[in-house]
């Protein structure tokens, strides 16, 4: 992701203190979010710039009321540029149960207007870490036609442009130099690195004008006290536990 950064950004990849190791089911992906907002808080308080989430399952909203800087993710930002480049998107994913969360932000952030009918749509058969792996080293052998197989279904119901529904995929398609569906003409977007992008915009914004997000009833900034006490009784309860 480097290469892709304007000169003088940076980029630094933190990961949670722990795991639900599990990523298709709402519960697991919950208790998730919890870990991944703990490092987005202790990211503004070394004095980062912005956050990042790098995971279409994520808690956007809930991260950007409790921060002061940049809160960007994987989806929301490449939902956004997709407005740019075409009239309906959709997003190909990994997994029914991935696709089921990803719609649900499609329509949470207001897009479905701007989407097609059944805008997410997984692979067949799902990925697993067998695919993933091999698509390090040759995502052209099964993933791309996994994943062909699904972006034409959404060509054909009205996508002009395709989101790639994994953190992990999007590079590693640009990488090798995979940007359009078969030849339909029709874009296929690493979200990751577009999103990446749209952060810098973000950064670049609050730089130049101050503004970084709202403070009326939505995104306004709770009470630092008030959460941090949240914080530890929600950690003294998991220890508990």
């Keep these: 992701m480097n290469p892709v950064l304007a000169a003088g950004n940076e980029i630094e990849y933190r990961f949670c203190d722990g795991s639900a190791n599990f990523t298709r ?3 697991a992906e919950h208790m998730n979010s919890v870990l991944m907002m703990d490092q987005a808080i202790r990211a503004e308080e070394d004095g980062f710039d912005g956050v990042f989430l790098g995971c279409w399952n994520d808690p956007l909203w809930e991260t950007r009321e409790v921060l002061s ?4 993710s994987v989806g929301e930002q490449s939902m956004l540029a997709a ?6 998107f959709a997003v190909v994913t990994v997994s029914r149960k991935t696709a089921i969360a990803i719609e649900r932000d499609v329509l949470a952030y207001g897009f479905g207007e701007r989407a097609i009918a059944r805008p997410v749509r997984s ?17 052209v052998r099964e993933f791309i036609p996994r994943f062909e197989q699904a972006a034409l279904t959404c060509i054909a119901d009205g996508a002009d442009v395709i989101l790639v529904g994994c ?4 590079p590693l398609l640009r990488r090798v130099g995979y940007t359009h569906v078969a030849d339909t003409g029709v874009p296929v977007v690493d979200s990751t690195t577009v999103a990446i992008k749209y952060l810098e915009a973000m950064i ?15 995104f306004k900034t ?4 008030k959460v941090e006490r949240a914080r530890q009784a929600v950690a003294g309860a ?4």
């Design 204 to 218: 670049g914004i609050a730089r130049t004008t101050s503004l970084t997000k709202s403070m009326g009833p939505t």
């Design 83 to 88: 407005m740019a480049m075409g009239h309906r």
């Design 238 to 241: 998991r220890t508990w536990f």
């Design 123 to 139: 692979i067949s058969p799902e990925s697993d870490g067998g695919l993933l792996m091999s698509a390090v080293t040759d995502p």
């Design 222 to 225: 709770p009470d630092r006290d």
């Design 167 to 170: 953190a992990y995929f999007g």
């Design 25 to 27: 089911s709402s519960y």
């Design 69 to 72: 800087i940049p809160v960007a």
